[in-house]
């Protein structure tokens, strides 16, 4: 319904899934998005055909991958009620199994609204989902807010930015005490670090985009660039082409 309603207020391209991958945890089938634009001022003119040849194809891939394969294999309506973005409910069945908690997942889902809200109905998008969704299985497996995260803190303390909506100041008591909140941009409390990354990536790079990788990914590009450097310094063989000197082939 969703997408239709786009399509109609002029949105060009959908994201889809082929059916035998579609659905539960995933977008809307592609067949059916074909189906209902036939014949509309919409349609995508895909074959349904090779469509139906291709989901048949990924229903043999899907069955190699059954071990993460985690979400209900059934269409849960209460995600409306739950506020659930797709790739959590994977993350939820790892962590609860982890714990030996599975039976608890009913729970964890029922939390997740009240901790959004207890937070200012952060979007549940990345980050600000993993953290609610996090939160919530710790409510839920430690007692109220008895172990908050090391990310909920921070959202509390306002390194996220501003919530959409009010925090519940009781909860916030309870997560940072007497803390106060800052209230400017949080990058502005950030000192600058571009000659700093210019510095610890020029032993091995002076490119700028090497440099700015240094800046927002300090240990893994250091590491990346190390192993550059290491093979730009070996010798390189080309095991495909013979020279010859003084009657002696080097490969």
């Known amino acids: 319904m969703s997408y239709i309603k786009a399509i109609e207020a002029g949105v060009d391209i959908i994201d889809c899934a082929i059916s035998s991958l579609a659905l539960q945890t995933s977008q809307p089938a592609t067949e059916t998005m074909v189906m209902a634009l036939k014949g509309t ?62 039976d608890k997942l009913s729970e964890v889902l029922a939390e997740l609204p009240r901790v959004r809200e207890d937070l200012g109905y952060p979007p549940l998008v990345t980050p600000t989902s993993q953290i609610i969704g996090t939160q919530a299985v710790f409510n839920v497996l430690f007692g109220h807010y008895k172990m908050p995260s090391t990310e909920t803190k921070q959202y509390l303390r306002g390194y996220y930015g501003l919530p959409p909506g009010p925090v519940n100041e009781e909860v916030r008591q309870m997560v940072i005490g007497n803390e106060k909140p800052i209230t400017c941009r949080p990058a502005d409390l950030l000192p600058p670090g571009l000659e700093k990354a210019r510095e610890e990536a020029t032993p091995y790079s002076d490119k700028l985009e090497d440099v700015i990788s240094v800046a927002l990914f300090p240990q893994a590009a250091i590491c990346f660039l190390k192993k550059q ?17 003084n009657g002696i082939h080097y490969i």
């Open 229 to 245: 450097q290491t093979k730009k310094a070996s010798p390189s063989f080309n095991l495909f082409s013979l020279e010859e000197d």
């Open 41 to 102: 001022p919409y349609d995508p003119g895909l074959n349904l055909t090779v469509l139906s040849e291709i989901a048949v194809y990924f229903q043999k891939v899907r069955k190699h991958y059954l071990e993460f394969d985690l979400a209900a294999k059934n269409i849960d309506p209460n995600v409306i009620i739950y506020q659930l973005p797709g790739g959590m409910i994977s993350n939820f069945i790892s962590q609860l199994t982890q714990q030996n908690a599975l």
